[in-house]
């Protein structure tokens, strides 16, 4: 089945060590997405790739960065992860930057 | 300032009743909405969507009604089952941009 897959489920990190999460997709959609979500929340938005451009939301922080080095997958880094970006992080597609997004299943970060 | 709000942020419904979702939206230049359901842990899974052009669509066992001179939309939910037990949100793009706003959530239970 075509999906959203997203790796690690569960990510543990220390405050300040670098942590990577990745999405792959095969529905072979142009955008993916990057939000964060925490608890009782609506997804925000950090960013997203169409095709190979990159376009971040005003109020990103510095230390969220992206990748996507081919159609199928995207990275999410966080450079130096604070308490405060433990949260759900949740991977989209779509086939385009108005069209209906499919999410993945998340990973849960905890920062201790 | 422009929002996506929902009217109530839990709901109870017995087993078998039929459920009513509402969200309010403010810019008239919305134009395209889908409800996203929210199981706990998990990504957000599309349920139904629609565009301005409609006032009603229906799905199995899920209806959305538009109103768009109140910019109003409801998510209706036929006999629930305990399995519809989670998080609705719903999300609106503006035909002025590419983003999708979400609004806050309401969570539902069902009662068996």
């Known amino acids: 089945d075509a999906m959203v897959i997203q790796n690690p489920r569960y990510q543990v990190t220390q405050f300040g060590k670098p942590v990577t999460l990745s999405c792959s997709q095969t529905?072979?959609?142009?955008?993916m997405y990057w939000y964060q979500q925490k608890s009782s929340q609506a997804p925000k938005l950090l960013f997203h790739?169409?095709?190979?451009?990159?376009?971040n939301e005003a109020d990103t922080p510095d230390n969220f960065q992206s990748r996507r080095p081919n159609t199928s997958f995207c990275f999410l880094d966080i450079r130096s992860p604070g308490l405060g970006d433990a949260a759900m992080y949740l991977c989209?597609?779509?086939?385009?930057?108005?069209?209906?997004?499919?999410f993945g299943p998340g990973t849960r970060l905890l920062v201790l | 300032g422009e929002s996506v709000g929902l009217h109530l942020p839990t709901l109870s419904v017995q087993e078998g009743d039929n459920s009513i979702i509402n969200c309010a939206y403010s810019?008239?230049?919305?134009?395209?909405f889908i409800w996203y359901k929210q199981e706990s842990g998990k990504g957000p899974q599309f349920i139904i969507d629609?565009?301005?052009?409609?006032d009603k669509r229906q799905g199995q066992r899920v209806t959305v009604l538009l109103n768009k001179t109140v910019k109003h939309l409801s998510l209706q939910i036929a006999a629930t089952q305990p399995g519809d037990s989670a998080v609705y949100f719903c999300?609106?793009?503006?035909?002025?941009?590419?983003?999708?706003?979400f609004g806050t959530g309401t969570s539902l239970t069902v009662i068996p």
């Open positions: 810019n008239s230049a919305s134009d395209y």
């Open positions: 999300a609106e793009t503006r035909y002025t941009g590419n983003q999708f706003y």
């Open positions: 989209a597609t779509s086939t385009g930057p108005r069209e209906t997004q499919y």
């Open positions: 790739y169409y095709d190979k451009d990159f376009n």
């Open positions: 529905l072979n959609h142009n955008v």
């Open positions: 629609i565009r301005s052009n409609m």
